[in-house]
């Protein structure tokens, strides 16, 4: 039985709560992003962060799709509310979405507890702005 691990191109990697901190100059400045390691683990090939509610919605993300091979989001708290095209999708604690490369989306609606997990390859994707595909409704005001 041999116990030699053949070489790879990504490391291993194990990323604790404490380990790395939430910052507020990712993507989205509204939001707080917290890195899990994988963007490095991978050479780039994949990024992995948590991302949480830290400003009330006022104009959301605007419309837009990403330049990405693969995307999901898990929501592990709260809610949030997306266009995606021209439809209303209500993403609760435990659901999860499949962003398929290129579809036009906004978020535009979310609660103050939300926090997500965001799986995206390559790490270094494009959010690239789009022409509005409808109206959109208007943010549920934080109490």
Known sequence: MSTHTP???TQF???????TPW??????DFFLYRDLGIAA???GRVIAHLVKADKAPEKGTGWHRHEAEFQIVLMIKGWARFMYDDKVTLVEAGDCVHQRPGI?????????DMEYLEIVGPADFKSVAVDA???VPEPTPWK
């Open 7 to 9: 070489p790879t191109t």
């Open 13 to 19: 990697s194990h990323v604790k709560p404490g380990d």
């Open 23 to 28: 910052r507020g100059d990712g993507l989205r």
């Open 41 to 43: 683990a991978t050479n």
């Open 104 to 112: 036009s989306h906004f978020l535009f609606d979310y609660s103050p």
């Open 133 to 135: 595909v409808c109206a």
